[in-house]
């Protein structure tokens, strides 16, 4: 409908903001496996039809719907400039409805984190022109964000996470970046002639909630989103002993209510030694741990600011950008 301009809707700026949970942003490619017996089996169990297999296959969407560039995982259509998005994505592959099984891992070579339905990387925006996004007040560019649950793609929408995000999304006026800005590491953990040796490879694991406004004003407190090494959707990046990296990468990215002074934000740096994802395998046996660098867990101040972590081990800046949309 918006990449289309049907009706002439988003033509007209009629959408400003978008919240979606566990959307087909870049098609879905268990469409293409419509002649396998079991995918039909399963989708007969969600009332999914051959109709919905064509409409949603990505090649379907590349040629169709992201007609501008063809990108099926940029916003980069102008009928969605302009606009504010957030993504709500599961990562529980075990599709409840069908006796949890877990379809998508059934053929899964690149071992990517998926919902059961839906590969999780196809499910939100990874990127936009800067000229086609939002500009906040303070001339900042907003890009399209989202945020991680573990429960499968049907459960997506009513999770209590996705409540909360998909009230934030349109009714308020903030989002909040939070960044890992630069680690150091004294320990990479690497030592072993028997491991693959440095750089070592690091991840940040993260869970967020909406404490104490969550709480506080209606008694829940869900975990806005959690991305862990288990659910496969962290991403990594190398870092050698005594050698300052600076990642700039995103820990979490979301809107936040207007009410809102602090979140509750656990962060975790892990040395990685077995994320087929990215292609690490060290020998089963002599490192087949993931071994944790350090974490901060506690209370963030929604503020513009920066703040270290460090032990023994390793050191770490996490940056906070509370952006004002207006």
């Not at 925006?125 to 945020?147: I, R």
């Not at 800005?181 to 694991?205: C, M, Q, R, Y």
């Not at 959707?233 to 005594?242: G, K």
């Not at 741990?289 to 600011?305: N, P, R, S």
């Amino acid at each position: 409908m918006m990449e289309n301009n049907l009706l002439g809707l988003a033509g007209e700026n009629r959408f400003v903001r978008w919240f979606t949970s566990a959307g087909v942003i870049a098609g879905a490619r268990l469409a293409r496996l419509y002649d396998n017996d079991s995918v039909r089996e399963v989708a007969d169990l969600f009332g999914i039809g051959q109709g919905y297999f064509v409409v949603m296959n990505p090649d379907f969407v590349m040629d169709e719907a992201a007609t501008w560039d063809h990108r099926i995982r940029a916003a980069n259509s102008p009928y969605l400039g302009n606009m504010l998005i957030h993504h709500a994505c599961g990562t529980d592959p075990r599709v409840a409805q069908a006796l949890n099984i877990t379809l998508l891992d059934l053929n899964n070579p690149g071992d990517e984190p998926n919902d059961g339905i839906m590969y999780t990387l196809d499910t939100y925006f990874h990127e936009q022109t800067d000229e086609n996004a939002f500009m906040a007040a303070d001339s900042s560019l907003v890009k399209p964000t989202h945020s991680y649950v573990y429960v499968d793609h049907m459960a997506v929408p009513d999770a209590e996470s996705s409540v909360a995000l998909a009230a934030a999304t349109p009714f308020h006026g903030r989002k909040v970046v939070i960044t890992l800005k630069e680690v150091e590491l004294f320990d990479d953990l690497e030592g072993s002639a028997l491991t693959n040796g440095p750089p070592a490879e690091i991840v940040v694991e993260h869970q967020v909630r909406y404490r104490p406004f969550l709480p506080d004003t209606f008694g829940r407190d869900p975990l806005i989103s959690e991305s862990l090494l288990k659910y496969r959707t962290p991403d990594m990046f190398p870092a050698i002993q005594t050698i300052k990296t600076y990642p700039e990468q995103t820990i979490f990215a979301g809107p936040i209510f207007d009410q809102m002074t602090s979140i509750w934000l656990k962060a975790t740096l892990l040395e990685v030694d077995w994320y087929p994802r990215f292609g690490v395998r060290e020998p089963a046996g002599v490192a087949d741990t993931d071994d944790a660098v350090l974490t901060f867990e506690g209370q963030v101040d929604l503020t513009d600011h920066d703040f270290t972590v460090q032990n023994a081990q390793g050191r770490m800046v996490i940056g906070v950008d509370v952006i004002d949309l207006f």
